[in-house]
């Protein structure tokens, strides 16, 4: 067998049924073996090695199985670095294969000759070089392995041009895979059993008691333990943006989001205001806790962190109780215990869902209104209208962040919806919609982005045409950086004289049709209802291009802005609030 014909029997072994990569001179002995393995494996060409990765960032999330991708040397691998460093920072199972230079070339001055082994060593969780083809299949077992077990993450792996071409004599080596390892998370610990009884002795103790539900929940698939746990012991539960979906919006126990971006009042009251915090699968950074002041200094409240990362707990909370195990496993462990009786909460449920109603009846209104250019909350609300059954959104991190994840009700809990919250870059939600479709093609995937991030991943718009890939994608058109241009607000800069920050204004409706997709360009409620109405309809690739509101017209729900503004964020108050 030829080096190259080892990978792919290894990675169709392992069950990688698609990968995401784009074509350059050292790859082609890969493509070759790809090619007549085609009927195990599909290769996905994308149109710049990060859209590659964040395909594969995607269909993982999704799908809950490794996501690959793979880039040739020089330029190729340096482009996969960034969707590499977001999956493995947001504990996503990701491989990326780099087709390097020979190994014989090496030191010789051979062009795009590059250090890929330390070049992504501080962006995953391990990087290893292939030297001799003999070796790959123990490298690729390894590399599932460190991507699948503990807290799951990124692995990068060097393959040498000249170990693609290399031939291996099968009886010297072994083609087998560990079974555990073809999804994530592999292997579940769980932390002593009298650390799970602790936990209900303490929440036997509280008074006001609230889950916390993080990415770690969702990427554990922890969701059915987490319902089972809230509606046994009725205990209320919020969630970071990471960890939206891991309830359903309309269950009484499932209060809204916490933290800056997008929160909700509620949410946040509730959190400043509970005796018992419990924290599932959340770092409890930057966002969750508004720059590590909220929520305030209580004498009286006791934390609970539970996270299959040890080095996060304690970190940033005074905990009681620490748990270092996986989130799944955990709570199956705290719902075999019978002999603990836990508190009766009702009046703090009463007390937090009547917050939550007067959050919904104030906000009304603002779904409502028809102003020109569009405002994103009746946006919001034409898609909590329309979307029926289970659909995969995929968002970028700006713009569409805080009116989303503040007003978006996904009711099918089948549905998901995924920001990368990480390191926050722009690109990710046009190539991400092919991941997610990839590894869930009963789901229509919807991306969410604005101007800056059709700037960088236009080309992926190729690509869902070719591929007849059926998203909606919804472009916010504020003709500006807008997340940049509100900060600059904040700091006192006058509309017109923000500094670097503003395009000028394009039409993102003719670039999609110059690519064959159906699109509409929408500038007021009429033109986007209709426009909704036929793009839910249309069963391909299609666009509509709104002509909204900017993030630096009015301050967004944001907490550390509406503070930083004289506001109380904790009012559920629906009046806008403008910078000047």
């Not at 999704?62 to 020089?74: C, D, H, I, L």
């Not at 209709?530 to 017209?553: H, K, Q, R, T, W």
């Not at 729900?557 to 000047?580: C, F, H, I, Q, T």
């Amino acid at each position: 067998m030829l080096g190259s014909e080892v990978l792919v029997k290894m990675l169709t072994g392992y069950g990688v049924d698609t990968i995401f990569g784009v074509p350059g001179d050292t790859n082609v002995p890969l493509y070759t073996a790809l090619d007549a393995a085609k009927g195990e494996i599909r290769h996905v060409m994308a149109r710049d090695e990060r859209g590659a990765g964040f395909m594969a960032d995607a269909y993982a999330r999704v799908s809950n199985k490794v996501g690959v991708f793979e880039a040739p040397s020089g330029a190729g691998a340096m482009y996969s670095l960034p969707p590499l460093a977001e999956s493995n920072a947001s504990s996503v199972a990701v491989i990326l294969f780099t087709i390097d230079v020979p190994l014989i070339c090496e030191g010789r001055g051979v062009i795009t000759e590059l250090d890929c082994k330390a070049l992504f060593e501080p962006v995953s969780k391990a990087s290893i070089q292939v030297k001799s083809a003999e070796k790959i299949p123990e490298i690729v077992r390894r590399a599932f392995r460190t991507a699948t077990t503990g807290k799951p993450g990124a692995v990068h792996v060097v393959v040498p041009e000249d170990m693609l071409k290399a031939e291996v004599d099968p009886s010297k080596i072994s083609l087998h895979v560990e079974e555990e390892c073809k999804t994530f998370p592999s292997i579940r610990s769980v932390g002593p059993s009298e650390k799970m009884r602790e936990i209900l002795t303490l929440l036997s103790q509280a008074e006001r008691p609230l889950l916390v539900a993080g990415g770690g929940v969702n990427r554990s698939m922890a969701q059915p333990e987490l319902l089972k746990f809230i509606n046994r012991f009725q205990v209320p539960v919020v969630s970071t943006i990471t960890g939206q979906g891991a309830i359903e919006p309309n269950h009484p126990l499932e209060i809204g989001v916490i933290g800056d971006n997008g929160f909700h009042p509620h949410a946040n009251k509730a959190l400043d205001e509970s005796d018992l915090t419990i924290y599932l699968g959340s770092k409890v950074g930057s966002v969750v806790t508004i720059g590590w002041t909220f929520p305030s200094e209580r004498a009286d409240r006791k934390i609970i962190q539970v996270d299959i990362d040890a080095d996060v707990l304690s970190n940033n909370t005074r905990n009681t109780l620490s748990i270092f195990g996986d989130i799944k496993a955990v709570l199956a462990e705290v719902l075999k215990i019978d002999d603990i009786k836990v508190g009766d909460y009702s009046k703090w449920i009463a007390e937090v869902n009547g917050w939550r109603r007067n959050f919904w009846i104030n906000a009304e209104p603002l779904f409502n209104e028809r102003t020109k250019p569009v405002r994103p909350e009746p946006v919001v609300k034409a898609f909590n209208d329309r979307i029926k059954g289970a659909v995969n959104i995929l968002s970028d991190a700006g713009t569409p962040t805080p009116y989303m994840t503040r007003f978006l009700r996904l009711a099918d809990p089948g549905s998901r919806f995924i920001i990368p919250r990480a390191f926050g870059g722009l690109g990710y939600a046009i190539p991400a919609v092919v991941g997610a479709w990839m590894a869930d093609p009963d789901k229509r995937p919807i991306g969410l982005f604005g101007d800056g991030s059709l700037g960088m991943t236009a080309g992926e718009l190729e690509t869902l045409v070719r591929l007849k890939c059926p998203a909606l994608l919804v472009h916010f058109n504020n003709a500006c950086f807008g997340w940049i241009k509100g900060l600059q607000r904040l700091d006192g800069y006058d509309n017109d004289n923000c500094y670097s920050v503003d395009f000028d204004a394009t039409k993102a409706s003719a670039v999609a049709e110059a690519f064959g997709m159906k699109a509409w360009h929408v500038t007021d409620m009429d033109e986007l209802e209709a426009a909704m109405d036929e793009a839910f309809a249309y069963d391909g690739p299609c666009l509509i291009d709104i002509v909204v509101e900017s993030l630096a017209e009015r301050v967004p729900p944001v907490y550390s802005w509406l503070k930083k503004r004289g506001e109380d964020p904790l009012s559920n108050k629906a009046d806008a609030v403008w910078y000047s």
